[in-house]
């Protein structure tokens, strides 16, 4: 079920302004810092919230136009969040089977449902179970279960996983995964802080900034891509901010970046350096070679980061935050610890240079 929405809203000085579409059996991943407006989106969207003005279309039917503005009960929307909220004093079946019972199905009917998708997400066996008596990650199965046994035409996800720890959340996130992927035929939206969950689900992306979208497109372009710099963030990359030069970006302070522009880049307008940390090399001492990009710094901090350690450096002008990517044993040969000197070193081969994001109008 195809989504096609508009949607305009105000809260206090804050103003929402965004248009997008979910083509049926596809994920569209919504990033953005705290503030940019995901959750005015999702509750626009559920009819928890009443826009100014919005245009929202759902498999053919409108939601809310000029002189429509459909309840939630009547959107055929699911919701999943963070916390499960399943009733406490139903087992699981029947946490699920509320569902299409609510829906105007029998209790058998809703029932044979519950069980058909507690099976769908390895929980059947969960099925006399209280909420209480169930672990974090048992009770999202469940409450995964709960949200497909209505049927929605349409599935919102606001941060599914955050509350699940380490060991729980890539196995909701893979059942999620191979469960929308069955599904050729519902939309989903989900919103998530983590990168990980969009590469894992999304097809698409929206980036929010400040109630506007500033970036768009399909999962992987975006994240690898990055032209905001809470996108680069995000995506675990570098980025610095300039205008596009023949032969890189040319930063506000005037030093060139020397980079490979992407296609789309226009000489002299708004431009960003993006790279991987692992590119960057750290020196103490000088440094072998003549890469083009090199600049002092020290360092900020030290962090384990997975298998490696990532430095962030501070310093002046574009060194200032960039990160790099040291194996512990570089750490350690090298001295590094917070206020050490160092110098910074990335070739020019591995940044590359894409037209800056930029609000829309």
Request: no cysteine; aromatic share 4%.
């Amino acid at each position: 079920m195809s989504l096609a929405a508009e949607i305009e809203l105000g809260r206090g000085s804050f103003e929402l302004s965004v248009e997008f579409h979910v083509p049926a059996g596809s994920v569209l991943a919504i990033l953005g810092p705290n503030g940019s407006g995901k959750s005015s989106i999702l509750g626009s969207l559920s009819g928890l919230l009443s826009p100014r003005r919005a245009r929202v279309r759902l498999a053919g039917r409108v939601l809310h136009d000029d002189s429509v503005d459909l309840p939630a009960h009547d959107r055929a929307i699911g919701l999943l969040s963070q916390d499960p909220l399943l009733f406490p004093h139903l087992s699981a079946l029947d946490n699920v089977g509320f569902a299409p019972r609510s829906r105007g199905a029998t209790r058998q009917r809703s029932r044979e449902i519950a069980v058909k998708w507690l099976t769908e997400v390895d929980a059947l066996e969960l099925a006399d179970r209280k909420p209480s008596q169930l672990s974090g990650g048992q009770a999202q199965r469940v409450a995964v279960a709960r949200a497909l046994a209505g049927e929605p035409d349409l599935l919102l996800l606001d941060e599914p996983f955050a509350a699940l720890d380490v060991d729980s959340a890539p196995a909701i996130r893979g059942l999620l995964r191979r469960v929308l992927r069955a599904q050729s035929e519902r939309s989903t939206v989900l919103v998530t802080h983590d990168p990980l969950d969009a590469l894992a689900l999304a097809d698409h992306v929206l980036v929010l900034a400040n109630g506007q979208v500033v970036e768009y497109g399909p999962t992987r372009e975006v994240l690898s891509a990055p032209r905001t710099a809470f996108t680069a963030r995000i995506a675990g990359l570098n980025l610095i901010t300039g205008v596009a030069a023949e032969a890189g970006l040319r930063t506000p302070d005037g030093l060139l970046i020397a980079g490979i522009p992407a296609e789309d880049v226009v000489l002299d307008e708004a431009a960003v350096a993006v790279f991987a940390p692992s590119a960057v090399a750290v020196y103490t001492e000088g440094h072998p070679g003549s890469p083009r990009n090199t600049a002092d710094a020290v360092v900020s901090s030290l962090e384990p980061h997975g298998p490696v350690i990532r430095l962030r450096a501070s310093g002046e002008g574009w060194a200032n935050g960039l990160t790099a990517d040291l194996t512990p044993g570089a750490v350690a040969e090298l001295g590094l610890e917070p206020g050490t000197p160092i110098t910074l070193s990335i070739k020019a081969t591995s940044v590359a240079v894409h037209p800056a994001a930029t609000l829309a109008p």
